[in-house]
């Protein structure tokens, strides 16, 4: 689709701003305009826009997002989307702002530097693709599962991840035994899936293990403690993570430490698909140790972390563990591994 009326931008038209309940904050309203049609759509606060074009619309919000208005810069991109779904670059925008981390500029400057890429470039954390096919944007139903799931992820654009993780369900799907994930915290991925897959109607057992309380102290792999404390300290609860699997009754959610809560025996007999994401090498070995030999051939391990820069340790520790059973786990750019029993 054409992307609206030719305008160089910035173009500021300034006007009476409607009345407002503090007269002192100016108040615009913006106008999306397309050919055909003109949308208005929202008032945003002290931004002075008008008869805006869906061509303008990826620049004024990043110039909000800079200035760290990611809520309306959010706003802004997700109603040029209702005007043109299938504008991949204000898509990947709208995901960037819509989870802020310290990184967001850095990514609003590699989809500036892809700009020539218009029509392929994707920026996530960590990974950015261009000249390639993007085979979830073609799955609807992968999309609007993803979206609907976002928020429950303080990570922009996960959507290699996640279609790894898919794979990984579907590739399994004529293995026996259960489905198992080992770190829940709020339930993201194994959510997404389940969603995905219509789980509460798999004749199978997801079987779901976190402490819920973060890492233990005693298993923090170095340069660990910062993170640990940022990520899950009061940012999640068991009863939380029970309630958001609730329409599930094949989806079983533990409270316990790995791996004594594995050594205690609640576990499945056969586990076809196992997602690995403790964040620490001493769980997740250990773990290994008690369920490799309960996954049968054709059975998928997922580790979320193999390949993260500061996931370094767990890295190390399992391509050893493999190394010494003259296995490998595949390494991902998505900073994920996979590995594929024989
Ligand atoms: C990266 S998060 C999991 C994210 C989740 N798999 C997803 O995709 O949304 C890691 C989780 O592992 C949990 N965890 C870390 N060490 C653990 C252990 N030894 N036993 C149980 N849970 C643990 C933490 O509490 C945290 O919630």
């Not at 008032?43 to 990043?62: K, R």
């Not at 290699?160 to 339930?187: C, H, I, S, Y």
């Not at 050594?263 to 001493?282: C, K, R, V, W, Y």
Request: proline share 7%.
């Amino acid at each position: 689709m054409a992307s609206g009326l030719s305008a160089s931008w910035p173009r500021r038209k300034e006007r009476e701003p409607p009345p407002v309940a503090n007269p002192s904050a100016p108040c615009y309203r913006a106008r999306l305009v397309q050919p055909g049609v003109t949308k208005e759509f929202s008032t945003l606060p002290q931004t002075i826009l008008e008869d805006l074009t869906v061509g303008e619309t990826p620049d004024i919000a990043e110039a909000l997002a800079r200035r760290g208005s990611h809520a309306r810069a959010h706003q802004l991109l997700r109603s040029a989307l209702q005007t043109v779904p299938s504008r991949l670059d204000i898509r990947v925008r709208r995901g960037i702002v819509a989870n802020p981390t310290v990184r967001t500029n850095v990514l609003l400057d590699l989809m500036g530097a892809l700009k020539s890429f218009q029509k392929s470039a994707f920026v996530s954390d960590g990974l950015a693709t261009w000249m390639k096919l993007l085979p979830f944007m073609e799955d609807v139903r992968f999309m609007q599962t993803a979206a609907r799931h976002e928020n429950l992820l303080p990570i922009p654009n996960w959507h290699w991840n996640l279609q790894t993780a898919l794979w990984a369900v579907q590739q399994v799907a004529k293995v026996p035994g259960d489905f198992m994930e080992l770190g829940v915290f709020r339930g993201h991925t194994t959510l997404f899936l389940a969603d995905y897959l219509e789980f509460q109607d798999i004749p199978r057992t997801w079987w779901l293990y976190d402490t819920f309380e973060g890492i233990p102290e005693d298993q923090l792999d170095p340069n660990w403690r910062d993170n640990n404390a940022r990520a899950y300290e009061g940012t999640f609860s068991f009863e939380e993570v029970q309630a958001r699997f609730a329409a599930y009754p094949n989806i079983k959610v533990i409270k316990g430490r790995v791996p004594e809560v594995l050594q205690a025996g609640e576990l499945p007999e056969q586990i076809a698909f196992l997602h690995m994401d403790l964040n620490n090498s001493t769980a997740e070995i250990a773990a290994l140790d008690l369920v490799f030999d309960r996954i049968p051939s054709g059975g998928v391990i997922l580790f979320d972390d193999y390949c993260w820069e500061v996931s370094r340790a767990q890295h190390d520790a399992e391509k050893a563990w493999f190394a010494q059973r003259g296995l490998h786990i595949l390494p991902l750019p998505t900073g994920q591994g996979v590995f594929v029993k024989p």
